[in-house]
Antibody, heavy 122, light 107 residues
Framework: EVHLVESGGVVVQPGGSLRLSCAASGFTFNDYSMHWVRQVPGKGLEWVSL????????FYADFVKGRFTVSRDNSKNFLYLQMNTLRTEDTALYYC???????????????WGQGTLVTVSS | DIQMTQSPSSLSASVGDRVTITCRAS??????LNWYQQKPGKAPNLLIYEASSLRNGVPSRFSGSGSGTDFTLTISNLQPADFATYYC?????????FGGGTKVEIK
């Protein structure tokens, strides 16, 4: 069974930095592209970033480009999101999400973690 | 960016009803459209991918249709477990985008 567990969400001041982690298990992690998706509590869903299964290619939503960096450690089955220059509008629940097809990026969000809450506030 | 418009934003229905939710894209997606169900306090759950393919384990009362810019999620014989918020998501091109959601409530 696929298991994704996010951690690292805390309260941080505007302009601060944070690193989110996602521990993956129950599947061959290095075969799947992974995403971060966020949701302001009570609001809709926003795709944040994507990293291909081999870590060779990354993509970002414009609203985080240049501030956030996605990475992965396939030897440890971990996904990361380094968040810099945080803004109040980055406050959200951040989900770690697994793509559907192995060794192919199909943009289908097959499995989700339970999320970690990031609050940016002074 | 591709804009996704869902309608209605909310609806009230009774157990046993047939419910239809629509999603319109600002440009053609071919069939690259997914549907998710989200219950309060839980992560979204993929129901339908590529417009009409039912994910393994999802009840057959859920169905999807459409192509191009107009898509539909239908729930036939609505069950108590189906009261939730539903989102469409385009998987055609980056950046990936979602519809605003449709909340299905009990009448």
């Amino acid at each position: 069974e696929v298991h994704l567990v996010e951690s690292g969400g805390v309260v941080v001041q505007p302009g601060g930095s944070l690193r989110l982690s996602c521990a993956a298990s129950g599947f061959t992690f290095n075969d799947y592209s992974m995403h971060w998706v966020r949701q302001v509590p009570g609001k809709g869903l926003e795709w944040v970033s994507l990293i291909t299964w081999d870590g060779g290619t990354t993509f970002y939503a414009d609203f985080v480009k240049g501030r956030f960096t996605v990475s992965r450690d396939n030897s440890k089955n971990f996904l990361y999101l380094q968040m810099n220059t945080l803004r109040t509008e980055d406050t959200a629940l951040y989900y770690c999400v697994k793509d559907m097809t192995p060794e192919y990026t199909d943009y289908d969000f097959e499995s989700w973690g339970q999320g970690t809450l990031v609050t940016v506030s002074s | 960016d591709i804009q996704m418009t869902q309608s209605p934003s909310s609806l009230s229905a009774s157990v046993g009803d047939r419910v239809t939710i629509t999603c319109r894209a600002s440009q053609s997606l071919s069939s690259y459209l997914n549907w998710y169900q989200q219950k309060p306090g839980k992560a979204p759950n993929l129901l339908i991918y590529e417009a009409s393919s039912l994910r393994n384990g999802v009840p057959s009362r859920f169905s999807g249709s459409g192509s191009g810019t107009d898509f539909t999620l239908t729930i036939s014989n609505l069950q108590p477990a189906d009261f939730a918020t539903y989102y469409c998501q385009q998987s055609s091109s980056l950046p990936l985008t979602f519809g605003g959601g449709t909340k299905v409530e009990i009448k």
